[in-house]
């Protein structure tokens, strides 16, 4: 590293978000510099240390498709692994990994410091540097100066961060880390709109003073799977989680502290996550309710440290000690380290472009947390965004965009600039529209050959995805091509999956389709060797076929929306008729396509009619080929 020279890339942050940016564009060949305040804490899991789950375990699968890091580092850190929603069906249904933080954090360490083309510097950065209306580079506390064509702001919960624990407070990072003000200052002089957010995590508690046998036991899956499409599946055994609940005695514990509660007493001055509340906040909104289930996750066997989830708090440390002790099987609990509420800056994310630059600076990219969200995986998703469009900003191309239909990447994004956020972001499978189309076991189709087109995913990834595609097509074709006949072996095994047995020959690819055939009986009655994860990617193919082609023709009409791009010189006082709010939403977003200004909450359909026909006319006159289907 020379101080004297100038980067491709700068990459503010070493968390989830950094690491995904730094990695992602030194892999597309630029020259990065990462300043990370806390080397040792690469890619820390100050709250739960898992990755995965409902939506976030999409994002995972879908960073890995494109050639990021996040599945590799969990897959090599996991002691527990399950699969959730496997009851709704294959749209939603995905993995969650209970991982040791210490092994995670390390794989990405290791990662960045043995990246090509990335250096890596332990420091705080209190400036941005500008000049005519773009980003040059950092200043460090040291007083030192690093230039760059991009800068990456990927600071998560550091930005003038305060942590509360009941009515006391003081400035500090997660988990008594240093909290970053110079930065914060610095980003609000640049005009940015700035916030307050807050999140919450719970008390750390000694795995010997849980008396385990009073808990409900969940176990990991016994068959092996892995979040990476590249990865060796494992099966992961020897750690127990367990489930106990709250009761009337710990919503009293707490009511008795609420004097004491800086989410009572109005100590607290920002917006918590609304889909993952604190267990305070559940007893004061849901007072009808006498119970909460509380996952009990050992956060590695070594270290002998249990993670309380769903009892995140920012109580007085008396009213954590006593509450957790009325939990089942926790009476003699021992708390490690107290929960607290954390409040810190985020950037008001309509600020930005789909790409992740901000609108009023040039070459600023924002990834993580500073965004309005919440989340590892969320985080590692805007990181690995930011990372390639820098990367491909510093090329002179244009930026990679995932659209809505394309991933939950895109759905996340769009989003974050399109609506905006006034409390932590989290991803939800309800905010995806096509949720049949972006499957957990289909993110590399939908996303690989992006990634191998600008150079993120290597080649020998790459091969493997070709070969498990070959495979694919030709174990599909080889179904169209089978007649099962109705023999008394076959009839024995439909019984036995509760389905009606055959009178005469059917088509394999008739009774592939049948709900009740799942691919292990399939695969019996064909003789089918495929890997069984690809097996059943054939199967919900098979099953879900009208289903998939209506969300198909829906995406059309949806694309068709997003293809139409207001023109540079668009003037949106111009168009006559639009409504009072619309017009002053628009000019407040100012929206780059139909499909997006469609999206934007208080604009009604009736100004995305006018604003349909006010484009086209506007085309016909500078002679453009116009859209005259039917909308």
Known sequence: MKIDEKYDVIVVGGGHAGCEAALSAARMGSRVLMLNLYLDNTAMMPCNPSIGGPAKGHLVREIDALGGEMAKAADNATHHLRWLNTSKGPAVR?????????????????????????????????????????????KIRTGQTFLSKTVIIATGTYLAAKIHIGLTSHKSGPLGMVSSSGLAKSLRKTGLNVGRLRTDTTPRVLADS?????????????????????????????????????????????????????????????????????????????????????????INPEGREVYLQNFSTSMCLEAQFESVRTLKGCESAHILRPGYAIEYDFVDPTQLYPWLETKNIANLFLAGQINGTSGYEEAGSQGLMAGINAALRVKGLDPLVLRRDQAYIGVLIDDLVTKGTSEPYR?????????????????????????????????????????????????????????????????????????????????????????????????????????????????????????????????????????????????????????????????????????????????????????????????????????????
């Open 94 to 138: 995905t993995l969650r990994a209970q991982c040791d933080p210490v092994k995670y954090s390390n794989h990405y360490r290791t990662a960045i410091l043995t990246c090509p083309g990335l250096e890596v510097h332990q420091a705080m950065v209190t400036d941005l540097l500008t000049e005519k209306g773009k980003v040059v580079g950092v």
């Open 210 to 298: 849980i008396n385990w046998e009073m808990l409900d036991r969940q176990e990991s899956i016994k068959e092996a799977d892995s979040f990476s499409h590249f990865g060796e599946k494992r099966v992961y055994e020897g750690i127990i989680c367990g489930l106990t609940r709250t009761n009337k005695y710990t919503h009293e514990v707490m009511r008795k502290y609420f004097d004491r509660s800086p989410l009572i007493q109005g100590t607290l001055d920002s917006e918590g996550p609304r889909y993952c509340p604190s267990i305070d906040d559940k007893v004061i909104k849901f007072p009808e309710k006498d119970t909460h289930p509380i996952f009990l996750e050992p």
């Open 427 to 631: 991803m939800l499978t309800s905010r995806c529209e096509y949720r049949l189309l972006l499957r957990h076991d289909n993110a590399d189709a939908r996303l690989s050959p992006a990634g191998k087109e600008i150079g993120l995913l290597r080649d020998e990834e790459w091969n493997i995805l070709q070969k498990r595609w070959r495979e694919m097509e030709e174990e599909a074709q080889r179904i169209k091509n089978i007649k099962i006949p109705p023999t008394e072996k076959i009839n024995q095994i439909l019984r036995g999956a509760a389905s009606s047995p055959l009178d005469e020959g059917t088509p394999a690819a008739e009774l592939l389709k049948r709900p009740e055939i799942s691919w292990e009986v399939f695969s019996e009655i064909t003789s089918s060797t495929i890997e069984k994860e690809l097996g059943e990617r054939i199967s919900v193919s098979a099953k879900y076929e009208g289903y998939i082609n209506r969300q198909l023709r829906q995406v059309n009409k949806f694309r068709r929306m997003e293809m139409l791009k207001f023109p540079e010189d668009f003037d949106f006082y111009a168009v006559s008729g639009l409504s009072a709010e619309g017009r002053q939403k628009l000019l407040k977003f100012m929206p780059r396509t139909l499909g997006q200004a469609s999206r934007i909450s208080g604009i009604p359909p009736t100004d995305i009619q006018l604003l349909w026909v006010a484009v086209e006319n506007k085309r016909r006159l500078k002679g453009e080929a116009t859209d005259d289907r039917d909308n």
